[in-house]
């Protein structure tokens, strides 16, 4: 678990948040790594104070009745003088668990919000141990909102520019990197989540917009982790099911007096699926399964893919590990058939799953491959 570092301490006040001055002296004069070094963890910065009615008292708190109860789809809207509210990830408060963090109107709470419509104790967020965050509502006369959303008795993962309601004040979630892109007046990046549909598919035509529009740097930091990308189609034959149930899937065979290559399509470089791991609690990061069922992250709803066909697991930087779990059509990797053990993937590698190839590329690949040469730039 990862340490509160004391090198912090020069943006702290009294009241425990950060000083905005010395922070945008401090992103003025250093760059984006420096910056993420010393400050290390996220914050809370105020965003705004929500518009509408004090009620009577209920509870411990004063009943608050927004203008606009529908929020979920606001723009983040900053306000100066509430920019002056950043609460960093360092525990005040001694008592409770070391990575769990209360928000409330009480002095007592590691993030102390002064108003009556916020109650004493109104939300924790917790820090797992691959160090994210998860907010808890906890009940109070106004519930804790995340993005407009009111979640009962769970947990929810906290994202860049996730707003957080409390009472009538509203805060914004910021990583280090993301807090310093607000100081230096860049854009803010978003999360590659924005860009895929249901399928785990990427919009390409998006992700390619934003590859010209930003540069190579900022595609990498959106994408982060390697790719599947559609590269060709083995020309073959799908045999009659060997079930007669419908969903089973069919038996692909290959037609090799056509070549043994996959015949190269265009339209199937459309086909991007980033490589991103399901969002739980876990310090291991569980395995990305592959598949024609609704349950994988990774779906492809074409016959001769399985139901559950392949898994990519993530071993550690820049390391990735294909392994097949018993398809029909088998995987194979540059025209090889996979083994029991799988293989470690290297970039650039061709996967064969079912009759489709795809090309394993990591963002940089990915970011050459979609954009043209004439528009690439750092």
């Known amino acids: 678990m990862p340490q509160d570092s004391p090198a912090i301490q020069q943006f702290l006040q009294k009241s425990g948040r950060l000083d905005l001055q010395t922070l945008e002296i401090f992103a003025d004069t250093h760059n984006e790594q420096d910056f993420i070094r010393r400050l290390q963890m996220p914050v809370l910065m105020g965003s705004e104070v929500l518009m509408g009615d004090l009620g009577p008292r209920s509870g411990d708190a004063t009943l608050f009745l927004p203008a606009a109860p529908s929020t979920g789809m606001r723009p983040v809207v900053m306000r100066p003088p509430l920019m002056h509210l950043i609460y960093p990830f360092i525990k005040r408060n001694a008592i409770g668990e070391t990575d769990s963090f209360s928000l409330g109107r009480s002095e007592n709470n590691d993030f102390v919000v002064p108003d009556y419509t916020v109650a004493k104790t109104q939300a924790q967020i917790r820090r797992t141990a691959a160090n994210r965050y998860l907010l808890r509502g906890i009940a109070s006369t106004n519930p804790t909102l995340l993005n407009g959303k009111y979640y009962k008795n769970t947990e929810v ?222």
Not at 273 to 282: F, N
């Open 157 to 378: 993962f906290l994202h860049d520019e996730d707003r957080l309601t409390l009472g009538r004040y509203e805060f914004i979630f910021l990583s280090p990197s993301a807090l310093y892109c607000r100081l230096k007046g860049m854009e803010l990046r978003i999360r590659i989540e924005r860009f895929l549909d249901s399928l785990g598919k990427a919009d390409h035509d998006a992700l390619k917009n934003y590859a010209i529009r930003h540069g190579q740097k900022m595609f990498v930091q959106l994408v982060t982790n390697p790719s599947l990308v559609g590269s060709g189609l083995f020309r073959g034959y799908s045999l009659d099911r060997s079930s007669e149930d419908p969903d089973s899937t069919l038996a692909f065979l290959p037609d090799l007096t056509m070549g043994p290559a996959a015949k190269h399509l265009k339209l199937l470089e459309r086909a991007v699926y980033p490589l991103v791991p399901p969002e739980i609690d876990s310090s291991v990061p569980p395995p990305i399964t592959i598949g024609r069922a609704e349950s994988n992250q990774i779906i492809m709803p074409e016959g001769s893919v399985s139901n559950v066909h392949a898994t990519i697991t993530f071993l550690g930087p820049g390391q990735y590990h294909l392994a097949d779990v018993g398809s029909t059509n088998g995987t194979s990797v540059n025209d090889k058939p996979l083994s029991p053990l799988g293989k470690d993937l290297a970039d650039g590698d061709r996967i064969k799953l079912g009759r489709f190839e795809f090309l394993f590329l990591f963002p940089g690949s990915l970011y050459l491959h979609i954009t043209p040469e004439n528009t690439r730039r750092g």
